[in-house]
């Protein structure tokens, strides 16, 4: 019995802060490990001039890849991730517009694309 606790007593401090590091490591590299996340979604238009009518928009969706934090990227809500165009920019007939996304959401992330990085939007003037 005597030997047993010799073992584990033994330079009990340097085990101690040993045990202390290890787990600072892993939680070090737990806490900086990448992660992408793919989703698709649908393009807005904000805002737009109210003499245009917004015939159609193509494509409707597109994918977004963002990559960030594991455990922070766990926390977003995808759903709440708005992609929209520049509405001032639309003239009547057809529009060829950067994609953007609202960044409030995802400050933390960076975007690895976007997909396609353009949309057709089709306008037409309000009779």
């Given at each position: 019995m005597e030997k047993i606790k010799g073992i584990f007593l033994n330079n009990l401090p340097l085990k101690i802060l040993s045990l202390l590091v290890a787990f600072l490591l892993w939680l070090n590299i737990t806490s900086t490990?990448?992660?992408?996340?793919?989703?698709?979604?649908?393009?807005?238009?904000?805002?737009?001039?109210?003499?245009?009518?917004?015939?159609?928009i193509q494509p409707e969706k597109v994918?977004?890849?963002i990559e960030g934090p594991k455990n922070a990227l766990s926390n977003v809500n995808i759903s709440q991730i708005q992609?929209?165009?520049?509405?001032?920019?639309?003239?009547?007939?057809?529009n060829l517009l950067p994609v953007e996304i609202s960044k409030d959401l995802i400050k933390n992330f960076k975007i690895i694309s976007i997909y396609p990085d353009r949309v057709l939007v089709y306008a037409k003037k309000r009779k």
């Open positions: 490990q990448k992660a992408r996340v793919e989703f698709y979604s649908d393009v807005e238009i904000k805002p737009y001039p109210k003499d245009l009518i917004i015939e159609q994918l977004i890849i992609t929209y165009v520049d509405g001032f920019k639309l003239k009547e007939g057809e």
